[in-house]
Nanobody, 119 residues
Framework: QVQLVQSGGGLVQAGGSLRLSCAAS????????MGWYRQAPGKQRDLVAI???????NYQDSVKGRFTISRDIAKNTVYLQMNSLKPEDTAVYYC?????????????WGQGTQVTVSS
């Protein structure tokens, strides 16, 4: 079993910054990809940023140049540095991890953390 623990988030004024983190633990042989998704009220959950095992990154167009995803391989932790935040970034942010276990490849979700950007 794999556990994800998210931290960070909160309330910030427009133009401010926040940092999210997500630590994975458990019987992990390797991590295939780590990413962040967000879901605003009444909307679907969308990919914000992802980093693969090879270090390649991909971002949603609306956050390019403002958000940075990074990882600490030794700690099985992924971070999302969010700068120049806008009110439209307000959402619940979820960590997502795809891992290789002993007998399978599985996907796990963090518990979600609220990010609120005031105008």
């Amino acid at each position: 079993q794999v556990q994800l623990v998210q931290s960070g988030g909160g309330l910030v004024q427009a133009g401010g910054s926040l940092r999210l983190s997500c630590a994975a633990s458990g019987s992990i042989l390797s991590i295939n990809a780590m990413g962040w998704y967000r879901q605003a009220p009444g909307k679907q959950r969308d990919l914000v940023a992802i980093v693969t095992s090879g270090g390649n990154t991909n971002y949603q167009d609306s956050v390019k140049g403002r958000f940075t995803i990074s990882r600490d391989i030794a700690k099985n932790t992924v971070y999302l540095q969010m700068n120049s935040l806008k009110p439209e970034d307000t959402a619940v942010y979820y960590c997502n991890v795809v891992v290789t276990l002993v007998t399978s490849i599985r996907e796990y979700w963090g518990q979600g953390t609220q990010v609120t950007v005031s105008s």
